[in-house]
């Protein structure tokens, strides 16, 4: 069965402290592996695709990087505004033509002014 | 940019009523889905449907259904809705094709069912 477990469950940064949230993931064979933020009371937003270990993508002050047990999201310099819930997903290889996805319970981060 | 909308982003209903919830995708997008946001327990999914006409089940298909007669609209159906039923309730689309399959989400659509 496929899992995908995020630590921590919540972070508390004072602006500026940069910091890293963690995915690890269990599937038989992995397609790729998603990254979205959650503001409060909206849908998630997409930020990133990872397809492979060693692979990395970044925007602004996030950066995402893939081995092949885990991803993590760096946060650099956070700004308040980055306060919100980041949400991993896989998508096995064994998903059928819809390409389902299977999502982590999230780690919300709380940047302090 | 895809735009997925959702026809209601709050709603109340009570047990045992029918409810609807409608999920409309303007990308001609093949995949659609409905996920179930509880705290805790992260999304889950319900339903989806990469084709019109055409549905499968998730991970939580009890108590619910689907229909997809176009393209662009997918609905979620409680035949009769519980208790246990209130929840956020997450519509996304997807392509088909090259590349990466990221879905996006409308902005949700929170049912309190009592």
């Known amino acids: 069965e496929d899992q995908v477990t995020q630590s921590p469950e919540a972070l508390r940064l004072q602006e500026g402290e940069s910091s890293s949230l963690n995915c690890s993931y269990t599937?038989?064979?992995?397609?790729?592996l998603f990254w979205y933020r959650q503001d409060p009371g909206k849908g998630p937003e997409f930020l990133f695709t990872l397809y492979s270990a060693g692979e990395e993508k970044e925007k602004e002050r996030l950066k995402a990087t893939l081995t092949k047990k885990e991803s993590f999201l760096h946060i650099t310099a956070p700004k308040p505004e980055d306060s919100a819930t980041y949400l991993c997903?896989?998508?096995?290889?064994?998903?059928?033509?819809?390409?389902?996805?299977?999502f982590g319970s999230g780690t919300q981060l709380t940047v302090l002014p | 940019d895809v735009k997925v909308t959702q026809s209601s982003r709050y709603l109340v209903k009570r047990t045992g009523e029918k409810v609807f919830l409608e999920c409309v995708q303007d990308?001609?997008?093949?995949?659609m889905f409905w996920y179930r946001q509880d705290p805790g327990l992260g999304l889950r999914l319900i339903y989806f449907s990469y084709d019109v006409k055409m549905k499968e089940k998730g991970d939580i298909p009890e108590g619910y259904s689907v229909s997809r007669e176009k393209k662009e609209r997918f609905s979620l159906i409680l035949e009769s809705a519980s208790t246990n039923q209130t929840s956020m309730y997450l519509c996304?689309?997807?392509?088909?094709?090259?590349?990466?399959?990221?879905?996006?989400f409308g902005p949700g659509t929170r049912l309190t069912v009592t």
């Open positions: 997903a896989v998508q096995p290889i064994s998903s059928g033509s819809a390409r389902q996805l299977t």
């Open positions: 990308m001609d997008h093949e995949n």
């Open positions: 996304a689309s997807s392509a088909v094709g090259q590349g990466s399959y990221e879905q996006y």
């Open positions: 599937v038989s064979g992995l397609r790729g």
